[in-house]
């Protein structure tokens, strides 16, 4: 069964640094999407992405976020310089035209 | 705006008893409803959706939920638990109007199971 896929599954970074999660979403998937759960708390959205550019985005995705699906099976959330708040779990997510959207196991994000 | 109310943030049941994960929604336009299962260190995993057909919805691992629009409820419900149940269960909501917008997720349920 086709799956989400997400790389690497934990990055520790220090507080300043860019770092890029990497997603291979469903390879007939249309819609893609980045969500995170800070450790306790719910599942927050942050960007959805269709048609190579950003349909909706949260309050939570500013300008130190970024998106990109820079070939025809990646799906990137670069965080130029990360804060201590960043720490989190990054769950990438897709979905075809109207389904259900599938997760991928998710990067745990540690910034010190 | 949307919005997922689950109550209890942790239930507690005896193996063999009635699982019930409560979730109520609030959207202005017909929702799709979900409910996910989180096992500890892993990703979230669809138990089963709504999408405004069949009110009772039947999900995988013996799971089901019914949508009452009167009530805005959207519980989860499973006749026996086992122990392999135990997970952290989020009930989300999206614009079913709209196709693909993102979820709005509860702030979830630990399901514990008892031997």
């Known amino acids: 069964e086709p799956e989400v896929t997400q790389t690497p599954s934990h990055q520790v970074t220090q507080m300043g640094q860019e770092v890029i999660l990497r997603c291979v979403p469903i390879s007939n998937h249309l819609y893609f999407y980045w969500y995170r759960q800070i450790l306790g708390q719910k599942v927050e959205f942050l960007v959805s992405?269709?048609?190579?550019?950003?349909?909706?985005k949260s309050e939570i995705f500013d300008d130190q976020f970024s998106v990109e699906r820079p070939d025809g099976s990646n799906f990137t959330l670069k965080i130029r310089s990360t804060k201590l708040e960043d720490s989190a779990m990054y769950f990438c997510?897709?979905?075809?035209?109207?389904?259900?959207?599938?997760f991928g196991p998710g990067t745990r994000l540690t910034v010190t | 705006a949307q919005s997922v109310t689950q109550l209890g943030s942790h239930v507690s049941v005896s193996e063999g008893a009635l699982v019930l994960l409560r979730c109520n929604y609030s959207s202005s336009v017909p929702p799709y409803l979900f409910w996910y299962v989180q096992y500890p260190n892993q990703g979230l995993q669809l138990l089963l959706k709504?999408?405004?057909?069949?009110?009772l919805v039947k999900g995988i691992n013996g799971f089901e939920a019914e949508f009452k629009k009167s009530e805005t409820s959207f519980h989860l419900t499973k006749p026996s638990a086992h122990m392999s149940d135990a997970a952290e269960y989020f009930c989300a909501v999206s614009d079913g109007n709209s196709g693909n917008t993102p979820l709005v997720f509860g702030k979830g349920t630990r399901l514990s199971v008892i031997a």
């Open positions: 997510a897709s979905t075809k035209l109207g389904g259900e959207q599938y």
């Open positions: 709504y999408t405004s057909a069949a009110t």
């Open positions: 992405f269709y048609n190579n550019e950003i349909s909706e």
